[in-house]
Each structure stands twice: as structure tokens, then as C-alpha cells.
């Protein structure tokens, strides 16, 4: 979404307050925090969950984020295959090995960041967490939160890649508050790559897995850093990510983030958008200007859903959930899609 990250706290305030369960998941809390434009919607941590190593790469605990008409897909791309490391400038589609197909647009999706479960009748692509698995037949899209530490997993970041923790000038390491998340530190090309061979660990995962797309998390995540990271660490650490993920076969998704111009998002690689409240926010039009109709739409409100499917619902995939993302039998489950 777009400027100041408290902005739904500022609407929503102590009522859904009230409703948030606290926890530290990684992408998009057992119930959902409030985000802002630009920033996150992830649930809870639903189990304690063991890091385990790989013979490469330690690897954190799992990140638990947190149309029934398909339109013609995006032509498939091809990239050649690259290292986890930063790039230098940008991630062009245009070699050999790597083949990924972005999301169809205008289809129908279902947001199961919180918990996994069937879906609807209809629903064609559906983003589930990296820990879940990919629901069978699907078009499924893997989120992660890459660009700050679950609260539950700080520890796990301490003990193994200190170096990557943004630090401010005390050496305490910087806390986004509405969050309780450590932002990562992705200032240098050395940080960058190691961050990209964490995170790598998880898009393996997701490839391995069958998921089609990556949703990383948390691109604005300078705009919380107190001024110790910038907006061109953060494009250079997302293309670098970009560039891992499309070489294991997987399309990358924009998360949030409205105020990215066309031109970085085309330098950062991105191939299709996921956007919370764009309706609600007056913001879809941000996301369609550089990705056309590959933009999910996620509203989280009856008059912002209405407003989305007014507006787009004939080019954009747009669902309705609840603001918690639960899974049906409870009590606050709610999906719709136009």
C-alpha cells in the first residue's frame, strides 16, 4: 500500500486492537495485526516449530503468515539460473534455464495467509505460507516474510546470522513496534547475499513444494528503519531475491508497497502485484499502471470490496476476507469474490 505504515492502526484502532492475537510469523499472528499502506497482513505462529539445517544453509523456523474465469495467463519467461546473491542492476527475463508463468488475472483467489484449508468452490490461485503446502490443482503462490524477522524467530536470527539484525547506533537491534519484528539489515552487498541465502532456503522450499509465485513481505521495511536503510538497498535486495526465485522456476509478486514507480518494479523484476485495500485506499490504479490486470486485490472491509469489484472486477482477481484470515467454522470467516 502506500505512505504513513500506521494508517489502518489510525482506523481501526482499539477495537481491532482488542481482536489481535500476539505472535511472531513470518509473509502474509494466529489473528492478523492491522497494517498500513505499504506495509503487511500476516497471522500468528500456530506451532513452535525447530530450525533445521540443510548441508548449504541453516535455515530459520518456517514463516506462518502471515473468479472462477481465468483470463488468458501471462506468456511464460525464462531467466538463466542465478546464485543467491545480489545483482548487480536488475533481473531481465531473458536467458535459458529458469521458466516461470505469473499468475492468470481476473481469477478467482483466496488469501489463506493465517491457515490452510480447502478452497472455495472456484477458486483458481491461492496464496498459502511457505510452511503450508500447495493446494493440489491450484495456481499456488508461496508468501515469506523476507525483509524483517518474526518476532518468534529473533532468537534463531541472533544465534545464526547476527550480522544481518539492523542495529541502531547503541548496537540494539531495531524493532518495527507495530510488529514486534526486527527489521533485517540489508545495506551492503555482503548482507544482501547472505540474506538471500536465508531466504533462498525458503523459496526452495516453496519450488520444492509446487508453488508457482513468491510473495515476499515487507519491501518497505526502510521506511521503518530510522533512516539506517534505504529505498535502494531495498530494490537491489529485492531484485536479488527476484532473481533467486526466478531461477527456481516461481513468478514474484509485489507485495504492497503502491508508491514503487513502474520503473523500479520493472528493475526489481516483479511480475504481477498483491495488494491489501488498494480499493480502500484509492491505490489499484498504482499497481495496474505497471503490472495491467495481474494485480490480486485483498480487501478486508464490505464497502472496500465493493468499491474493487465496481471498479475492477471484471479485469482484476479481487477477494473479500476477513481481517484476521481466518479459515471457515470460525467465527469471524469471511470470503467473497466478483
Known amino acids: ?3 504513513p505504515r500506521n494508517r489502518r492502526l489510525i482506523l481501526l484502532g482499539a477495537a481491532v486492537t482488542t ?7 513470518g509473509t502474509a499472528n494466529a489473528g492478523t495485526r492491522p497494517f498500513s ?3 503487511h497482513h500476516r497471522p500468528a505462529a500456530t506451532r513452535n516449530v525447530t530450525p533445521t539445517a540443510s548441508a548449504s544453509r541453516s535455515i530459520p523456523p518456517p514463516v506462518r503468515p502471515t473468479a472462477s474465469r481465468p483470463a488468458s495467463e501471462a506468456p511464460t519467461r525464462t531467466t538463466s539460473p542465478a546464485a543467491p546473491t545480489a545483482p548487480a542492476s536488475s533481473t531481465s527475463a531473458t536467458a535459458s534455464a529458469g521458466a516461470w508463468t505469473a499468475p492468470p488475472a481476473n481469477a478467482a483467489f483466496d488469501y489463506q495467509i493465517g491457515r490452510a484449508y480447502t478452497p472455495p468452490a472456484g477458486v483458481t490461485v491461492v496464496s498459502r505460507d511457505h510452511d503450508a503446502a500447495a493446494a493440489a490443482g491450484l495456481y499456488n503462490i508461496c508468501y515469506v516474510n523476507a525483509f524483517q524477522a518474526q518476532s518468534d524467530a529473533l532468537s534463531w536470527w541472533q544465534s545464526n546470522h547476527p550480522n544481518v539484525l539492523l542495529r541502531d547506533s547503541s548496537g540494539n537491534v531495531v524493532i518495527d513496534q507495530d510488529w514486534d519484528e526486527a527489521l533485517l539489515d540489508y545495506s551492503t552487498a555482503a548482507k544482501r547475499a547472505e540474506l538471500t541465502s536465508v531466504v533462498g532456503a525458503w523459496i526452495d522450499q516453496c519450488a520444492g513444494k509446487g508453488f508457482k509465485a513468491l510473495e515476499p513481505d515487507n519491501l518497505d521495511s526502510y521506511t521503518r528503519s530510522k533512516g539506517r536503510l534505504t ?3 531495498a530494490i537491489a535486495y529485492a531484485a536479488s531475491l527476484t532473481s533467486y526465485a526466478h531461477s527456481k522456476g516461481l513468478a514474484v509478486g509485489q507485495k504492497n ?3 514503487l ?3 523500479t518494479a520493472r528493475q ?3 511480475d504481477f502485484a498483491v495488494a ?3 480499493a480502500d485506499f484509492d491505490e489499484c490504479a498504482n499497481y495496474t499502471a505497471s503490472y495491467g490486470n495481474q494485480v490480486i486485490v485483498i480487501e478486508y472491509s464490505q464497502s472496500g470490496f465493493t468499491k474493487a469489484c465496481n471498479s475492477y472486477g471484471s479485469r482484476l482477481s479481487i477477494v473479500l476476507r476477513d481481517v484476521d484470515v481466518t479459515s471457515p467454522g470460525s467465527g469471524s470467516y469471511a470470503f467473497k469474490s466478483c
Open 1 to 3: 500500500m502506500a505512505s
Open 268 to 270: 526489481i523484476g516483479f
Open 37 to 39: 499502506s505499504g506495509g
Open 257 to 259: 508497497t503502491a508508491e
Open 276 to 278: 491489501e485495500e488498494c
Open 231 to 233: 529505498e535502494s538497498q
Open 261 to 263: 514507480t513502474t520503473a
Open 19 to 25: 481482536a489481535v492475537v500476539a505472535a511472531g510469523i
